[in-house]
């Protein structure tokens, strides 16, 4: 059993940064991924940024070069620093972690979420 927990949401004007942190325990195996997946209200998961625990990273396109994905293998942490925060990132924020080599969406362990409002 794994339990995931992320942190770090907030109302943030456009251009700002967020930095959201989430933290897995349990009996996590290994390699693993972790990831923030974002989801606005009607819409469908989306994939923001995801790590192996290889170092292996992947960004959603629309974030790419903006936002960067770190994680701390020891604590099973994973950051994900925002910078640029444009209006669309607007959303619930969900942490995973899927014991394998990639995150999905319909896979592996989710937190309950942190809201990410962006203003103009």
């Known amino acids: 059993q794994v339990q995931v927990v992320e942190s770090g949401g907030g109302l943030v004007q456009a251009g700002g940064s967020l930095r959201l942190s989430c933290s897995a325990s349990?009996?996590?195996?290994?390699?693993?991924?972790m990831g923030w997946y974002r989801q606005a209200p009607g819409k469908q998961r989306e994939l923001v940024a995801s790590?192996?625990?290889?170092?292996?990273?992947r960004y959603g396109e629309a974030v790419e070069g903006r936002f960067t994905i770190s994680r701390d293998n020891d604590k099973n942490t994973v950051y994900l620093q925002m910078t640029s925060l444009k209006l669309e990132g607007t959303g619930v924020y969900y942490c995973?972690?899927?014991?394998?080599?990639?995150?999905?969406?319909?896979?592996?362990?989710w937190g309950q979420g942190t809201q990410v409002t962006v203003s103009s």
């Open positions: 349990g009996s996590i195996l290994s390699p693993n991924a």
């Open positions: 790590i192996s625990s290889g170092g292996k990273k």
């Open positions: 995973t972690l899927n014991e394998g080599m990639a995150v999905a969406r319909n896979r592996g362990y």
